[in-house]
């Protein structure tokens, strides 16, 4: 029995692999994959493995090329590139794919402009649901090729908003694999120094939803489930087919820590590099839970905001009036670098990651602890790691989901270690966009990185009558503010007390910028 069932999934297996492949199949793979496509009919099974991103050619090129070093010698005059000791690592491109548009000059001037993303819900039937409404992405088409039409319509949208995300982010750094006068730099990376961490919290859900309608569907069963539909559904399956596309060999793992998930993949990628082991990985997180088991496994919990009659108005972080968050969809990712490696390449440097912590409440699967203790320890050991002083942070992206405990319990937090700084300002992105549970803190940080590079932060939307305690002066208005950021603090927390607080600043050539933590 356990014989016939592993060469059933190694059968299985072999076929996958050539759908995940960007080269063309050997005939007898399109053979096996024909025959499945004539075979089944459901949303999984329109793929055909012919699709190519490359040309010949150009695969040639990419193997005949020869794999950049980093050189001790590169120009680093007048350039510190360690900090307390660690390798410096810094954010070359950002990549995003979310419901307020998939190019990240056009996400972050929808943010600023206080444009709400949310809205009803058109991917199916809500009836019977009550919530309705969600920050949905519409309409995904690969965004111009990034991932081919039918990887679009076979793959988890998860995995695809994935792989669009972070070819965006390289092709922001200046590292396009596509034809063009960039790909020999993409070229000339060392695959086998370049990684790739980028997680999921909730992973294929849509993948598993359709396995369960065909395995319990009368006359259907499981000969008509699709035969991916479990590597499609792992959390790890996203990056595992961003790294066979790319070719990159380093590091590659998924962390799931549920709405926490982006940050802790960026900390991981940035100790990655701090430790040696690549040059260059891929860090963030992608999730895709708009859908009916998602919004109503959520409604049942009674997380869920249910103002029906007002979807733009429903999240509202600190509003006396909030009533649970909104679920979103969507994926950041950040192309991180070593300092040595963005210099030797004459890498565009968008900021610096300065470091992060993370810790558990250990009191509560979905409730934060009321006093805040575990975010305290989170930010305490964040600006401990990251050599700063709570003084020199005068921007922080909250993880504030418009839940009535979680907004206060984080705020009175912050207020409590960042409220004697005069220039401290604090707005919540799912305010317009909803919560993208394990993508909220990688879509977060892109925003993040933004608001450093444009000195402009968006609005918080809906903030009508702040609740009781809430610090208005600490908040960003209900238009856009302008901040020159020195350092930014975005935080993300996750049920079953996971807390996490990362540290990112404006880039500068000599490391003691901070020189007042460095002297504590």
């Not at 759908?19 to 459901?42: D, F, G, K, L």
């Not at 056009?106 to 969600?134: Q, V």
């Not at 396995?211 to 990056?239: D, Q, V």
């Not at 996750?494 to 901070?514: E, I, P, Q, R």
Request: proline share 4%; glycine share 10%.
């Amino acid at each position: 029995m356990l014989s016939c069932a592993s060469s059933s999934f190694a059968s299985s297996s072999s076929r996958f692999s050539a759908v995940a492949s960007t080269s063309s199949p050997s005939s007898s793979s399109s053979s096996s994959i024909r025959r499945e496509h004539q075979q089944n009919h459901h949303r999984g099974n329109h793929f055909s493995p012919k699709a190519k991103r490359y040309s010949s050619s150009a695969r040639h090129r990419r193997e005949r090329a020869t794999p950049r070093r980093i050189s001790a010698a590169a120009s680093t005059d007048g350039v510190d590139l360690t900090r307390s000791g660690k390798k410096r690592v810094v954010i070359t491109g950002i990549g995003a794919v979310t419901a307020l548009g998939h190019d990240v000059d056009e996400f972050y001037s929808r943010l600023l402009d206080g444009e709400s993303a949310i809205k009803p819900i058109t991917k199916f039937d809500c009836a019977n649901i009550t919530t309705t409404f969600a920050g949905e992405i519409r309409n995904f088409d690969g965004c111009d090729g990034l991932v081919p039409p039918r990887m679009v319509k076979r793959a988890d949208p998860y995995i695809s908003f994935m792989i669009a995300a972070a070819k965006k982010a390289l092709i922001h750094a200046g590292l396009d694999m596509r034809d063009g006068e960039n790909a020999e730099k993409f070229n000339e990376l060392d695959k086998q120094r370049c990684g790739v961490v980028i997680g999921s919290a909730m992973g294929g859900m849509h993948s598993f939803q359709q396995a369960n309608y065909e395995l319990w569907t009368p006359g259907r069963g499981s000969k008509k489930m699709n035969p991916f539909c479990i590597p499609f559904a792992i959390t790890n399956m996203g990056g595992a087919l961003v790294a066979m596309d790319l070719k990159f060999m380093g590091p590659n793992y998924s962390i799931a820590a549920a709405c926490a998930t982006g940050n802790f993949c960026m900390m991981n990628a940035m100790d990655h590099i701090r430790n040696g082991e690549c040059d260059l990985c891929l860090a963030g997180a992608s999730d895709a839970a708009v859908l009916s088991s998602g919004i109503a496994g959520f409604a049942a919990s009674k997380a869920l905001s249910t103002r029906n009659d007002d979807p733009e108005g429903a999240s509202r972080p600190w509003d006396k009036n909030r009533d649970g968050f909104v679920m979103g969809e969507g994926c950041g990712v950040l192309c991180l670098e070593s300092l040595e490696s963005a210099l030797a390449r004459d890498a565009p440097i968008l900021a610096e990651i300065l470091g992060g912590a993370a810790t558990c409440d250990a009191h509560h699967m979905t409730e934060p602890l009321p006093n805040g203790a575990g975010v305290r320890l989170a930010i305490g050991r964040a600006l401990k790691n990251a050599g700063v002083l709570a003084e020199d942070v005068n921007y922080i992206n909250a993880h504030a989901t418009s839940t009535p405990a979680g907004d206060l319990a984080e705020l009175r937090t912050i207020t409590d270690i960042f409220g004697e700084n005069s220039e401290l300002k604090i707005n919540s992105t799912k305010s317009l966009i909803g919560h993208l549970l394990g993508a909220a803190s990688a879509v977060e940080a892109v925003a993040v990185i933004k608001a450093i590079g444009t000195g402009e932060l968006h609005p918080n939307k809906n903030l009508e009558d702040p609740d009781e305690g809430v610090r208005t002066d600490l908040l960003v208005g209900t238009t856009k503010e302008k901040l020159k950021v020195k350092v930014a603090l975005s935080n993300s927390f996750g049920f079953g007390g996971h807390n996490s607080a990362v540290l990112f600043a404006a880039y500068d050539a000599k490391a003691d910028t901070f020189c007042r933590a460095a002297s504590a």
